[in-house]
């Protein structure tokens, strides 16, 4: 079993920047996958980026150049830096961890609010 914990979301202006965390608890950080998705008022959750246990990334179109994903297997955490933040990116930001092998996301945080507005 493995426990996700979000933090680092809040209100930022167009153009800013923020970092999310995502704690993660469990046996075998390592070998999971993790990633972000998220999921804005009235719209279905989207993926946002993930990165594998080899340390690969990959990004949606709309975030690609903008953030990036990263993770740290001594600390158990996988960060998402957020830059050049737009009014679209408002969205509930929520951490998911995928277990080597399998083909689903199995794990999921509660989510932290980010919003972007002036």
């Known amino acids: 079993q493995v426990q996700l914990v979000e933090s680092g979301g809040g209100l930022v202006q167009p153009g800013g920047s923020l970092r999310l965390s995502c704690a993660a608890s469990?046996?075998?950080?390592?070998?999971?996958?993790m990633g972000w998705f998220r999921q804005a008022p009235g719209k279905e959750r989207e993926f946002v980026a993930a990165?594998?246990?080899?340390?690969?990334?990959v990004y949606a179109d709309s975030v690609k150049g903008r953030f990036t994903i990263s993770r740290d297997n001594v600390k158990n955490t996988v960060l998402l830096q957020m830059n050049s933040l737009k009014p679209e990116d408002t969205a509930v930001y929520y951490c998911?961890?995928?277990?080597?092998?399998?083909?689903?996301?199995?794990?999921w945080g509660q989510g932290t609010q980010v919003t972007v507005s002036s």
């Open positions: 469990g046996r075998s950080f390592s070998s999971y996958t």
């Open positions: 998911a961890a995928m277990d080597r092998g399998v083909s689903s996301w199995s794990y």
């Open positions: 990165i594998r246990w080899s340390g690969s990334t």
